[in-house]
Each structure stands twice: as structure tokens, then as C-alpha cells.
């Protein structure tokens, strides 16, 4: 049996440590399929006319490649050339609820993800994306100091 681990990237440096412990996760699993996932933070509550959503459709189209391109493809690429069996995914929506539905959809065992160091006003009111998935997930979830 294949285990799956997602791999959530946050486009920053924090990213290679995560993708690093799940290499050496991976490495000594063996029959094992890494996910690399990105979420785009995004908000189905908006108003706005039919004009607004179709320009903002073709927003949402153009970070998904952006994403792919410049963080999701690299990492798929390093995996696979040590040998890895990866694939990548880019969503939008909640980062903790996306990348529980992104590990359900495909069958996970386990989300790694690292720790962002970036604080704030925002985070100290509704709490970090890090902290909703620990609490929300329905796999375990590693996080990468």
C-alpha cells in the first residue's frame, strides 16, 4: 500500500524545511507518494457584478500558474529527480481547510507543513493557518520548526 503524504508550501523559505523532512520521511517509507500542495488564500464572500467575477475568475486561473510555476513544479521537480514519486496541486480557499480536503481527496496519511515565523495583529485575533489545521485536520499533521 502507497502512503501519501501532502506536502503544504507556503512560498517562502519555510517551504524547503518542510520538503526536506518529508524526503527523509519518504526515504525510509519507501512505497511512498509525495503531494505537494499550495493554497492560494481566497474568499468565496465577495458581491460583486458578473463582469467583477468573470475578470476575477481569470485571477484566480492566472495564480494557479503562477503558483505551478514558480513554487508547486520546482518542488515536484527536485523530488522526482531524487528519485521520489511527486505530483503537485494548486488550490484556492481556507489554507487549513484546503489542504485537509487536498490529503481526504486523496487519500493522506499525513499533512507536513512548517511553522511560519511572520506574526501580527491578524494572526493574534484569528490565529494562524498552521495552528487551524493542527486543530481542524483529520490526519496528523507534522509541523516543521
Known amino acids: 500500500m502507497t502512503t501519501t503524504l501532502v506536502i503544504g508550501l507556503d512560498g517562502q523559505e ?6 526536506a523532512f518529508a524526503k527523509d520521511l519518504a526515504s525510509t517509507i519507501k512505497d511512498c507518494e509525495l503531494l505537494v500542495a499550495y493554497v492560494i488564500e481566497w474568499s468565496p464572500y ?14 484566480k486561473e492566472a495564480e494557479i500558474s503562477t503558483a505551478h510555476e514558480r513554487i508547486v513544479d520546482p518542488a515536484v ?16 480557499g ?13 487519500g493522506g496519511q499525513q499533512i507536513i507543513v512548517c511553522r511560519a515565523s511572520a506574526g501580527g495583529f491578524a494572526k493574534r485575533i484569528f490565529g494562524s493557518s498552521t495552528a487551524n489545521l493542527v486543530m481542524s485536520a ?8
Open 14 to 19: 519555510t517551504g524547503d524545511r518542510a520538503l
Open 46 to 59: 465577495s458581491f460583486q457584478t458578473a463582469e467583477e467575477n468573470a475578470l476575477r475568475h481569470g485571477r
Open 77 to 92: 521537480k527536485a523530488l522526482t529527480e531524487a528519485g521520489l514519486n511527486a505530483r503537485g496541486v494548486v488550490r484556492h
Open 94 to 106: 481556507d489554507v487549513a481547510d484546503t489542504l485537509n480536503q487536498i490529503c481526504e481527496e486523496n
Open 138 to 145: 483529520t490526519v496528523p499533521v507534522t509541523v516543521i520548526a
